[in-house]
């Protein structure tokens, strides 16, 4: 019976003591940088807001119900305008944006976010001075009236879908 025991009994405590230890080791490190990585990520949600809205001084969010494909919307506390999350199909999955709207509906900045668009697609979309040709838009006919990139048409449609989801979260709540 004593070798049962040592050769079966032993190694499957000393592992199951192993397995306990680590999964307590990997619960205790999640506990102690959960509320750091959920700060850090707020911290750089709330850049994006003000790279695409800098005018405003800080951001209150709006709870409302958003169109389809708009994340998540917030009202700049000094008045300036809104910021909107909103996303629409490209070639690589949803392609996420940052969009800002000063306070009579006219698009001021776009920020594209993290997303699975080819390489190169996607650099060529977020150019800024693409970008810029989006700037002063307050109608879907205006979006719809600047051309499309040759070659990266779904990403460029995605952008303008994005554009018209967060013009129909601008009339929901502009108040």
Excluded at 23 to 47: D, K, N, Y
Excluded at 74 to 103: H, K
Excluded at 104 to 111: A, L
């Amino acid at each position: 019976m004593s070798n049962f025991r040592k050769d079966y009994v032993r190694p499957i405590l000393v592992l199951s003591v192993i397995c306990l230890f680590c999964a307590w080791a990997v619960s205790a490190a999640f506990a102690v940088t959960e509320p750091v990585i959920l700060q850090m990520e707020a911290e750089r949600a709330r850049e994006a807001r003000l790279f695409v809205l800098p005018q405003a001084d800080d951001f209150e969010y709006i709870e409302a119900d958003l169109p389809d494909g708009v994340i998540s919307a917030y009202r700049a506390i000094n008045g300036a305008g809104f910021v909107f999350q909103s996303f629409a199909r490209g070639y690589g999955g949803n392609v996420p944006f940052m969009v800002g709207m000063d306070a009579d509906g006219r698009v001021v900045g776009i920020q594209m976010l993290s997303n699975n668009e080819t390489v190169g697609f996607r650099e060529r979309v977020s150019d800024p001075e693409y970008l810029a040709l989006f700037h002063g838009v307050d109608s879907l006919p205006g979006i719809l009236g600047v051309d499309s990139i040759s070659g990266v048409t779904r990403t460029s449609d995605a952008l303008k879908n994005a554009l018209a989801r967060a013009l129909q979260a601008y009339e929901l709540v502009r108040g």
